[in-house]
C-alpha cells in the first residue's frame, strides 16, 4: 500500500501557496459595479418579499389560533 492510499499527505510550503492562491484569484472574473449594484437590488427584493410572505403567515395563524383558543 503507498503512502497515497493509506491518507498521508505532503504539506505545501506557505509560499507555494500563497503563489497558488494569488495565481487563482487572478483567474476570478469579478463583477462590475454596476452588476454588483443590480444583484444587491435584486436580493433586497427578494428579501424584502420573503419577509413580507412571513409576517404575512405569521399573522394569519396567529389570527387563527386566537379564534380557536381565544
Known sequence: MSDHDKG???RTPPVT????VIAELRKVVW???PMV?????VVLVFVLVMMAIVAGLDFGFGQLMFKIFG
Open 37 to 41: 449594484a443590480q444583484y444587491f437590488v
Open 31 to 33: 463583477p462590475t459595479r
Open 17 to 20: 501557496f500563497i503563489r497558488q
Open 8 to 10: 498521508a499527505t505532503t
